[in-house]
């Protein structure tokens, strides 16, 4: 498909346990952001990528969240130890380049922490 | 640091009625101003943007005008559709760092009724 893709669309893991969520962005953007939006409210950035380098990392929460984008293409968010405030829609978004203005989002990967 | 304020919702309209939802915002600087539309069971997607004071982004029928000295970026759509239901969320980019690195206000949910 031409679109952002994200998997999985939805898991549900134990607390304490550690997690991948990849997202594979549009075909020739270099530039991938990871946001997290929690129940009713709007989403948050966490990181983003511009080719295989992380730009800014400001958004992470804590340094059980990690984010890697060996090749340029897919990323994959990484939760080790999760906990049950960790629970929310992980969003996936790329763009043209770090400037041009307008962010293509995935649909999404829900998590679930039990 | 900077911040998106967007009224509450569910707003419900019948119908062909005027829609406007409120967005304020606090930046410092020059920021870029943004509107995003999440339709059922889709990402999200850009609506419209501004990049400067007095500037008026509009798509599909929704316009939103730039305010500096109200700190403002309403939505507006004269004659909503059903098709029109969806979550609006107002973000804004510092215009420092990355356009892609986006405050995000909490989102209006928007219910048109046939």
């Known amino acids: 498909g031409a679109g952002v893709s994200q998997t999985p669309s939805n898991k549900v893991t134990e607390k304490g346990k550690y997690v991948e969520l990849r997202c594979d962005p549009i075909?020739?953007?270099?530039?991938l952001y990871w946001y997290r939006q929690s129940l009713g409210q709007g989403p948050e950035f966490l990181i983003y990528?511009?080719?295989?380098?992380?730009?800014?990392d400001s958004g992470l929460p804590n340094d059980r969240f990690f984010a890697v984008r060996p090749e340029g293409s897919v990323s994959t968010l990484k939760i080790q130890r999760t906990e049950r405030g960790d629970s929310a829609v992980y969003l996936c978004?790329?763009?043209?380049?770090?400037?041009?203005?307008?962010?293509?989002f995935g649909e999404g990967s829900r998590l679930t922490v039990l | 640091g900077n911040s998106v304020t967007q009224m509450e919702g569910p707003v419900t309209l019948s119908e062909e009625a005027f829609l406007t939802i409120n967005c304020t915002y606090t930046?410092?600087?020059?920021?870029?101003l943004f509107w995003y539309v999440q339709y059922p069971g889709e990402g999200l997607q850009l609506l419209l943007k501004?990049?400067?004071?007095?500037d008026k982004g509009s798509n599909k029928g929704f316009e939103a005008t730039y305010r500096k000295e109200t700190t403002s970026f309403h939505l507006e759509k004269g004659s909503v559709q059903v098709s029109d239901s969806a979550v609006y969320f107002c973000?804004?980019?510092?215009?420092?760092?990355?356009?892609?690195?986006?405050?995000f206000g909490a989102g209006t949910q928007v219910v048109v009724t046939p």
């Open positions: 978004a790329s763009a043209r380049g770090a400037n041009t203005g307008e962010l293509f």
């Open positions: 501004a990049t400067k004071a007095d």
């Open positions: 990528f511009q080719g295989t380098g992380a730009a800014d």
């Open positions: 930046a410092t600087g020059y920021p870029s």
């Open positions: 973000a804004l980019s510092s215009g420092t760092d990355s356009w892609g690195k986006l405050q």
């Open positions: 075909s020739g953007h270099t530039a």
